[in-house]
T-cell receptor
């Protein structure tokens, strides 16, 4: 079975400082990993994904994520946070070797609060 | 606008009632996913349809059912509603197929309040 964990309910950061949102996963086979962001009263929006290849993935709005197979992690990062980055962030995983038609497993979400 | 349309945006109803939520996927997408988002349960996968056929089922209650029609729109039916069914229900679509690389595009959601 696949699972994903976001160990922090909330991350607080000052504007201009680096932002990191943590995600760890568990799958039987190879993972496909995703990050989504949800602004208040909106649906989730895709930020980036890791399928294969380079462990550092660049996405929308200046975000990037690093895939670490040995630590089974896929942390989301942004070098310099903006107040407008304040939102709820979700990590998601799919295990394509055992779950061809299956669901994306989402983490519980991490609320990011960026203060001016 | 993501291209995924969900109606209604808000719905208030009473316990024991039945409601239908509708989703029109993004043009060209064959897959439709339904998710329930509540404060205590997070984002829970309910069901996935691809080109009219059910492909995967998650934690969907027996009181809930869904279908995808030939024009690819989907409906989620919730019956015998309970207070605990109050949540935000999201529809997401993707190009579809078994590829895990497909990105989900989410609608804005339907907020259901059961009184």
């Amino acid at each position: 079975a696949q699972s994903v964990a976001q160990p922090e309910d909330q991350v607080n950061v000052a504007e201009g400082n680096p932002l990191t949102v943590k995600c760890t996963y568990s799958v039987s086979g190879n993972p496909y990993l995703f990050w989504y962001v949800q602004y208040p009263n909106r649906g989730l929006q895709f930020l980036l994904k890791y399928i294969t290849g380079d462990n550092l993935v660049k996405g929308s709005y200046g975000f990037e994520a690093e895939f670490n197979k040995s630590q089974t992690s896929f942390h989301l990062k942004k070098p310099s946070a903006l107040v407008s980055d304040s939102a709820l962030y979700f990590c998601a995983v799919r295990d394509m070797e055992t779950d061809s038609w299956g669901k994306f497993q989402f983490g519980a979400g991490t609320q990011v609060v960026v203060t001016p | 606008d993501s291209g995924v349309t969900q109606t209604p945006k808000h719905l208030i109803t009473a316990t024991g009632q039945r409601v239908t939520l509708r989703c029109s996927p993004r043009s060209g997408d064959l897959s439709v996913y339904w998710y329930q988002q509540s404060l205590d349960q997070g984002l829970q996968f309910l069901i996935h349809y691809y080109n009219g056929e059910e492909r995967a089922k998650g934690n969907i209650l027996e009181r809930f059912s869904a279908q995808q029609f030939p024009d690819l729109h989907s409906e989620l039916n919730l019956s015998s509603l309970e207070l605990g069914d109050s949540a935000l229900y999201f529809c997401a679509s993707s190009v579809g197929g078994a590829s895990g690389a497909n990105v989900l595009t989410f609608g804005a959601g339907s907020r259901l309040t059961v009184l």
